[in-house]
C-alpha cells in the first residue's frame, strides 16, 4: 500500500487527476464532466512532461558541446541526476519522506493559514530526497529522519507558495494559482528586483514589432531561431569531430533540428499548459468550498510560461550567461567549479525572466534572471559538503529552494548539532501555527488584493 501511494505522489500528472476529481465531485459534477474535467489534467500534465523531455534530450547534449568546446570539467547540477545516484542507498527514506511530507502539507493547509497545496510531485521527490541525503550525512537515521525530512518538506510546501503569492498573483493575473516549484526565492527575488528598479509597462510581454519582424511574435519561431544560433556556435567551437561523437549528421543540420526540436518541447509545453488550467483551477473551487476552505493549488514553474513567452526566451539566455560569469568567479576564488546546468537555466532562468518582466518589465527581466544565474553558479559549491559522500558525485542539486535547505540545514547541525535541528523545526511549527490564532495577522501575499500586488507606476 505504501508503495502504491507513493508511486501515485511521485507522478504529479495522477495527483492532478485526483484532485481534479474530488473538487468536481465536492461541487456534484455531472458524469460526462467529471469524466473530462479528470482527464484533461492528466493529459495536460503529462503533455507537459512531454514537452520537458524533449527539451530535456537536447539540452543534455548541449551542455556536453559546451564542455568539449570550451574544455571545462567541473560539477554540473542536475535533480535528477544526483536523485538516482541517491536512490541508490536512500530509496527507503526518501519515499517515506515524500509521503509523510505530503500528508504535513494537506493537514496544513486545512489546520492553517497557509491554504497551499503543492501539486509538483516530481519536485516534493527531489526535495524528499534532499532531506534524506542532508539529515543522513548529519547522523540521523529511522525514525528521526522521515519524521524531520517529512516535517520540513510539507513545511516548505505550503510555506514557500505563500512568500511570494503577491507577486504569483501579478504574474498569473490573479488566476487562483500559486507557484509549486523548488526554484521559487529565486523567482521571488528576480520579481523584487523588477519591482523595485524596474518599470512593469516598459515589459517584452508588449513588444511592438514591425511588420518585418512581425514573425518573431510567435513564440516557437523565435525560440527555434534563438536555439538553432545557440547549437550552431557551440557546435563549431566543438569541432566537427566531437560532433560526430553526438551525432553522424553534419554539425549544421544537426544544430538546425536540434534548435528545432527543442522549440517544440516548449510549445508542447505550453498547449499542455492550457490543458491544465482549463480544468484543473474550477475544479480546485470544490476542494476550496468543501474541503480545505480557500486552497489554493500550488503549480509546477513551466504552467507560468504563457504568461510572458518573450521572457521565457529572454530570462533563458541571461541566466546562462550569469552561471557562464559565475563560474570564472568560482575559478579565479578555487572554489568547486559549478559548469552551467543547461536544464536548470532554463526552467528556473525562464521562470525568473516572467517574474522579472511582469513586475518590473524588461530589466526585471535581464536583471532578475541574470541574478538568478548567479545563485545558480555559487550556491551549488556551498552545498556539497552537505551532501557527505553525494557531495563526492560529478552532479548535485540545482534549485535555490533544495540548495538554500540543504546548506541551512548543515550550518544548523554544525554550529548546534542535533538540538538545532530540532530547534529549527520547532520555529517552523510555531510560525505555521501562531498566524491561526491571530485575526489580525495574515499569511504574507495570501489576502492581499490583486491591486495592491502591483507596482508603483514611477510615472505617477
Same mark, same amino acid.
Given at each position: 500500500m505504501l508503495t502504491f501511494l507513493t508511486d501515485i505522489l511521485s507522478q504529479p500528472a495522477f495527483l492532478m487527476g485526483a484532485i481534479a476529481f474530488i473538487g468536481l465531485l465536492c461541487l456534484k459534477a455531472p458524469a460526462n464532466k467529471l469524466l473530462t474535467g479528470t482527464i484533461k489534467p492528466i493529459l495536460g500534465y503529462l503533455m507537459l512532461g512531454a514537452g520537458a523531455n524533449v527539451i530535456v534530450s537536447q539540452l543534455t547534449p548541449l551542455g556536453q558541446i =559546451?564542455? @568539449?568546446g570550451f574544455h571545462i570539467k567541473g560539477v554540473v547540477p542536475n535533480n535528477e541526476a544526483i536523485v538516482s545516484i541517491a536512490q541508490q542507498v536512500l530509496g527507503v527514506e526518501t519515499m517515506s519522506i515524500l509521503l509523510l511530507g505530503f500528508i504535513f502539507n !494537506? @493537514?496544513?493547509a486545512k489546520f492553517t493559514k497557509y491554504k497551499y497545496i503543492f501539486l509538483t510531485g516530481h519536485h516534493t521527490f527531489f526535495m524528499a530526497c534532499l532531506m534524506s541525503a542532508v539529515l543522513q550525512a548529519m547522523g540521523l537515521k529511522g525514525w528521526e529522519l522521515v519524521a524531520l525530512g517529512g516535517f520540513f518538506l510539507g513545511a516548505w510546501s505550503a510555506i514557500s507558495p505563500a512568500i511570494g503569492q503577491r507577486y504569483t498573483k501579478v504574474v498569473s493575473d490573479d488566476d487562483? =494559482? @500559486? /507557484?509549486?516549484?523548488?526554484?521559487? !526565492?529565486q523567482y521571488y527575488l528576480a520579481a523584487w528586483i523588477g519591482k523595485t528598479f524596474g518599470n512593469r509597462e516598459n515589459n517584452f510581454t508588449n513588444v511592438k514589432l514591425s511588420d518585418k519582424l512581425a514573425f518573431l511574435r510567435d513564440t516557437t519561431v $523565435? $525560440?527555434? =531561431?534563438? /536555439?538553432?544560433?545557440i547549437f550552431l556556435f557551440v557546435s563549431i567551437v566543438a569541432?566537427?569531430?566531437? /560532433?560526430k561523437t553526438i551525432s553522424e549528421q553534419n554539425l549544421v543540420i544537426y544544430s538546425i533540428i536540434a534548435g528545432l526540436t527543442f522549440a517544440v518541447g516548449v510549445a508542447i509545453v505550453y498547449n499542455g499548459v492550457k490543458l491544465i488550467l482549463s480544468d484543473l483551477v474550477p475544479a480546485f473551487q470544490g476542494i476550496s468550498e468543501k474541503l480545505i476552505p480557500d486552497s489554493i493549488p500550488a503549480v509546477d514553474c513551466a504552467v507560468f510560461f504563457t504568461y510572458s513567452q518573450t521572457a521565457v526566451v529572454v530570462g533563458f539566455i541571461s541566466s546562462f550567461a550569469g552561471g557562464l560569469i559565475g563560474m570564472g568567479l568560482l575559478g579565479i576564488l578555487s572554489l568547486p567549479l559549478i559548469i552551467p546546468g543547461m536544464v536548470p537555466h532554463f526552467f528556473c532562468g525562464a521562470t525568473a525572466g516572467i517574474y522579472g518582466d511582469r513586475l518590473g518589465g524588461k530589466i526585471g527581466c535581464i536583471v532578475g534572471a541574470f541574478v538568478g544565474g548567479l545563485l545558480l553558479a555559487f550556491l551549488p559549491a556551498f552545498l556539497l559538503p552537505a551532501l557527505g559522500d553525494l557531495g563526492f558525485a560529478s552532479t548535485t542539486f540545482s534549485d535555490v529552494d533544495f540548495i538554500i535547505w540543504g546548506i541551512s540545514l548543515y550550518e544548523v547541525h554544525e554550529w548546534f548539532g542535533r538540538v538545532g535541528v530540532y530547534v529549527l523545526a520547532l520555529v517552523i511549527l510555531v510560525a505555521l501555527i501562531i498566524p491561526s490564532f491571530i485575526k489580525s495577522v495574515r499569511v504574507v501575499g495570501d489576502t492581499l488584493p490583486?491591486?495592491?500586488c502591483l507596482p508603483k507606476d514611477k510615472n505617477k
Open positions: =559546451i564542455e @568539449a !494537506l @493537514a496544513i487562483g =494559482i @500559486a /507557484m509549486g516549484h523548488f526554484g521559487s !526565492l $523565435t $525560440t527555434g =531561431i534563438v /536555439m538553432v544560433i569541432g566537427s569531430e566531437y /560532433m490583486y491591486e495592491e
